[in-house]
């Protein structure tokens, strides 16, 4: 406690006890105290007498107040009261039981790029409230921004410098605003500012979370500010690799010199992030129960694996008695291994048919391994930051050790043989047996040590690098036709449901889709017969809107590579490119809402056809227009496949006497785009 606290008690006797200091900055100090008449925990940030006595800062301290009472947002920390007593002037803010993400980030290190993308959007949120009543926060950092203890919700604090949008940046003596190494550019030009000044500074504390270190550092102020008027910081990915690439693009953008390049708001950030960075979803008890059922058969299945290759081999070396032909000796192996092996799939099929007779398709379980997987690439994430490599260091060490014993302790068996054989002593027998008995303890705790190394460096490597290959392969079967397949031999015998499923949210031409099934099973045979294009029609957009939305992602993808500068092409070159890419993706956008619209056609003429509204002739006419729609699509794809591949290597461009199209690689791609 100091004189400061002391004075301050005495001046808020009655209305608060203070409890003790929590923070200190340039523009006060905040106490943590409970409010006597309400009994509940608040945090009191004063101006000390000494500095109340400076007019301006006096002014800015009360326009932080006058601010912040005016907003009421769940990611803005709320403002009670705001009192001058005893020469303090003294705000009364609600007390967030948490830390600042700057505390956070030093204690624990960077983000996971999932938690990163939660704050950054909870943030832009509490901004474009702002921004909405004519504030710039002025002072976006990492210590501005709280975390909730348990919730880890983000909360926007300190308008300390906050004031109507589009006014200077500078104080009345001329000094910068701000801290450092978040203050924009503009504002460090003493430019005006306006919403995208916050944006820089979000984008700064955005790559501060997702590495672990801030864009521009310097041993002065004067330094680090030069380097935000000038430099441009290292991409996310060289820094931190595994941030997603889309994710990675959104926050540098932020990060651009010019206003006018970064997001046009708040809002459109939060939406980028959204898009950037996709949330694992809830998935519905049942499937959840398929997924770990699933995982846990799978030591089962590799065993029944390993118990049919040795039965195979032994029935072949039986019934060959070891002297067959390689193909015979495997014709033979296969006969116990391939029942063997497909015995250890009957659980699974089972398994299945539950699900299936739950009412969820097979569109489901891979929606729902999709989801999984979100969630596993984050704990692997997280894992790998985690794991130690000095406990990696340590075990290969182990493993090298125990392998070396292993051949000494074969050298010394062998050696053991040797003297037994040469009997040239009459205790010979008793050397070789004490040497046996060694070689017999250095093989044993030899392979001790390589079994531990190998299972502890296998199993971290399985959960590491081999987990999510694995779990995309999975899905991969499921969306292939095989999967299909497996879904509809497991839904033989079983009886269709009306009742709906708690499944995975569904994309939208995934819902239309069923939508259309019911619709078209309820009809008469005879309009089933006439309309027996329908289903196979309804299948092909689905599809088609499902690649159209795959080559969205890729193209995002690319484009967030060529925003980052990632590639050898020239500035202008790679701007071109980038427009050009910009505008496949959206004509990919344009042809995606072209199909599910020829699905929501396609139903609602079965509707109208199911009220007497429309006939038959109507849903064909439908059908049609669909399959054109197709045809357009499947070459809108190709072409695409093209762009794709120019931008993986521009320099195949065909130059002038190949073909029709220009020999640069910017105009290669709007030929192939258009």
């Keep these: 406690m100091d004189a400061e606290f002391i004075a301050l008690q005495s001046a808020l006797a009655g209305e608060y006890s203070l409890d003790r200091e929590i923070g200190r900055g340039g523009m006060g100090i905040v106490y943590l105290a409970r409010e006597v008449r309400l009994a509940r925990p608040v945090a009191i940030k004063v101006l000390p007498p000494a500095l109340a006595e400076r007019h301006e800062l006096r002014e800015a301290f009360l326009r932080e107040a006058q601010t912040a009472a005016a907003l009421t947002h769940p990611n803005i920390v709320p403002v009670y009261a705001v009192g001058e007593r ?8 609600a007390f967030v039981e948490g830390t600042t993400l700057g505390e956070r980030i030093r204690q624990r290190g960077p983000l996971l790029p999932g938690q990163a993308a939660r704050v950054l959007r909870e943030v832009a949120w509490a901004l474009a409230y702002a921004h909405g ?68 500074s979000l984008g700064v504390a955005g790559y501060y979370a997702l590495t672990g ?66 949330h694992a979803k809830e998935i519905p008890a049942p499937l959840r129960v ?28 039986n019934i060959t008695n070891g002297f067959g032909t390689p193909l015979q000796l495997a014709g033979w ?26 009412g969820y398709r097979v569109d489901d379980l891979h929606a729902a391994m999709r989801e999984h997987q979100l969630a596993l690439a984050e704990e692997i994430e997280y894992e790998r930051r985690q794991s130690s490599p000095r406990f990696r260091r340590v075990m290969r060490i182990l493993l090298g050790a125990g392998l070396g014993g292993l051949g000494i302790g074969a050298y010394i ?87 709906p499923a708690i499944g995975m949210p ?23 017969r006439e309309l027996a294009a329908l289903p196979e029609t309804v299948r092909r957009l689905e599809a088609d809107a499902g690649r159209l939305r795959d080559s969205i992602v890729r193209l995002d993808d690319q484009l967030a590579v060529f925003e980052r500068g ?43 056809l199911q009220m007497g509204a429309a006939g038959i002739e109507s849903v064909t006419a439908s059908l049609d227009a669909a399959r054109s729609i197709g045809d357009l699509i499947a070459d809108s794809l190709e072409a695409q496949a093209a762009v794709e591949a120019l931008l993986r290597n521009p320099s195949a461009a065909p130059v002038d006497g190949e073909d029709d199209q220009s020999d640069t690689p910017v105009e290669g791609v709007a030929a192939a785009g258009g």
């Excluded at 398929?290 to 070396?317: C, D, N």
């Excluded at 995934?510 to 089933?528: C, F, N, S, V």
Aim: net charge neutral; aromatic share 8%; glycine share 8%.
């Design 566 to 608: 990632g590639e050898t092409l020239a500035g202008d070159e790679r701007a071109g490119v980038a427009e050009e890419l910009r505008g496949t993706r959206a004509t990919a956008a344009q042809r995606l809402a072209t199909t599910v619209a020829a699905l929501e056609s396609i139903r609602l003429d079965l509707l109208r």
């Design 86 to 93: 005893g020469g303090f002037v003294y705000i009364v803010m």
């Design 213 to 278: 270190r801030l864009p521009f550092d310097g041993e002065t102020s004067g330094d680090v500010v030069r380097q935000h008027l000038t430099a441009t910081a290292s991409s996310i990915t060289s820094v931190a690799p595994s941030v997603p690439p889309r994710l990675a693009a959104a926050v540098e953008r932020c990060l651009h010199k010019e206003p006018i390049r970064r997001y046009r708001n708040a809002e459109s950030f939060a939406e980028a992030i959204d898009l950037a960075f996709e």
């Design 133 to 200: 009543a004519r504030l710039v926060h002025r002072d976006v950092s990492a210590e501005n921004i709280l975390l909730e203890h348990g919730s880890e919700r983000a909360l926007v604090t300190d308008f300390g410098i906050a004031s109507a949008a589009q006014t200077n940046a500078l104080s009345a003596d001329g000094r910068v605003m701000g801290n450092a190494h978040y203050v924009s550019p503009e504002q460090a030009s003493g430019e005006p500012v306006d919403a995208r000044s916050d944006l820089y």
């Design 506 to 528: 569904l994309l939208t031409e995934i819902a239309l889709g069923r939508a259309t099934d019911h619709l078209y099973e309820a009809l008469p045979k005879e309009a089933r």
């Design 413 to 499: 068996w062998d050696h053991a043989t040797d003297a037994f054989h040469l009997g040239l002593k009459e205790n010979a027998l008793g050397v070789y047996w004490e040497i046996q008995e060694l070689a017999v303890r250095t093989l044993f705790f030899s392979a001790s040590a390589v079994t531990i190394a190998a299972v502890a460096l296998g199993g971290e490597y399985v959960r590491l690098h081999l987990a999510h290959r694995i779990a995309s392969r999975a899905i991969g079967f499921w969306k292939s036709k095989w999967g299909a397949r497996v879904g509809k031999l497991a839904s033989l015998g079983l009886r269709k449901t009306d009742r």
């Design 290 to 317: 398929w997924l770990s059922q699933g995982q846990k058969e799978l030591p089962a299945r590799l065993a029944f694996v390993g118990i049919g290759a040795m039965t195979g081999v032994a029935f072949a070396s």
């Design 333 to 358: 192996f296969v006969v116990p291994f391939f029942p063997l092996l497909g015995l250890s799939f009957v659980p699974s099929y089972f398994r299945l048919r539950r699900i299936l007779a739950e």
